[in-house]
């Protein structure tokens, strides 16, 4: 940690020890600050995420018991400061009645950061609208892919289907907000009652119900759920109730549509790191990849 961010941490609150790096990665560092209130969380946001300050306490202050409390922040500087949010959920074994809880209070928090989506972009959120996707998409196929021959062809033959399914969404009006991208079980914080999301480092504006494209992900791949688990039926009828009732059909086209918004968007990520980060990355991209090709690729055609 340089100088100026540990005087910029004592000049908010009084460490009483050492503050140590948790974690240290291309795209922010995170060090534990102690306290006599207990630890204080400093993290420093590089310029691929450097909205994430503003945005986290922008959420924070709307959105207290759901969001994790923002003692500051520096949008400049890509600086946040916030106080312990206790214990990932993924310590737990990402429990699916965990989820049951977060998922209709996330909504919540999407339905109300409607009426902000126009700030939020002004001030850096990624714009995956989807109005963007086609061209968005676009660029990703012209880009270098960790897949093998077919697989690419296979992902070019949706570019068709991904802008008529588009259009499809959006008339189906469900306003566009705030989505997390990374929602998963190191993302839910625990304390005492409450459980609060963090690191909204990923996060985009784009369909909302892209979000438990990850959420699923992790509960298939950590907890080993099978696609027809009675879990996800319920898990995305308490999403889905704060929006309202009719709305399966757009939630599984806003599934198919959302794998491949969340590899546009690691794209963007991906084309931050350097050459030898990018080339180590590439094992995760592929996975994501081929999460596009299984949701939305092959997935079967309404007749």
């Avoid at 061209?135 to 093998?148: G, H, I, K, Q, W």
């Avoid at 959006?170 to 989505?179: D, F, H, K, N, R």
């Avoid at 990923?202 to 119900?209: A, L, Y």
């Amino acid at each position: 940690m340089d100088a100026a961010a540990g005087a910029w941490i004592r000049a908010h609150i009084g460490p009483t020890g050492a503050i140590e790096a948790v974690h240290e990665r291309t795209w922010a560092n995170v060090w534990r600050v102690p306290t006599d209130g207990g630890a204080v969380f400093f993290k420093a946001c590089a310029a691929v995420q450097a909205f994430e300050p503003r945005l986290t306490a922008e959420l924070s202050a709307r959105w207290p018991d759901d969001v994790p409390t923002v003692i500051a922040h520096d949008d400049a500087r890509g600086w946040l400061l916030l106080a312990d949010a206790g214990t990932p959920i993924a310590v737990f074994g990402n429990p699916p009645e965990a989820w049951l809880r977060v998922l209709p209070r996330y909504a919540e928090l999407q339905r109300g950061e409607t009426a902000w989506t126009e700030e939020h972009l002004a001030h850096g959120v990624p714009d995956l609208r989807l109005a963007a996707l086609p061209a968005r998409f676009d660029d990703v196929l012209r880009s270098d892919l960790p897949l093998e021959a077919d697989e690419i062809a296979r992902l070019r033959s949706y570019a068709p289907r991904l802008a008529a399914e588009a259009i499809e969404l959006a008339g189906a009006g469900i306003p566009e907000s705030i989505q997390h991208d990374d929602l998963h079980m190191g993302n839910v914080y625990a304390l005492g009652d409450g459980l609060r999301v963090l690191d909204w480092g990923d996060s985009s504006i784009s369909h909302p119900f892209a979000s438990l494209v990850v959420t699923f992900r992790f509960l298939e791949q950590v907890n080993g759920l099978g696609r027809d688990d009675p879990w996800f039926a319920r898990l995305r009828d308490a999403y889905l109730e704060p929006w309202g009732s009719g709305l399966i059909e757009t939630f599984e086209i806003a599934r198919r549509v959302g794998a491949v918004a969340h590899a546009i968007a690691r794209k963007r990520q991906r084309d931050f790191l350097p050459e030898t980060a990018r080339q180590g990355a590439a094992g995760e991209y592929a996975v994501v990849l081929r999460l596009a090709l299984e949701l939305a690729v092959d997935a079967p055609r309404r007749t």
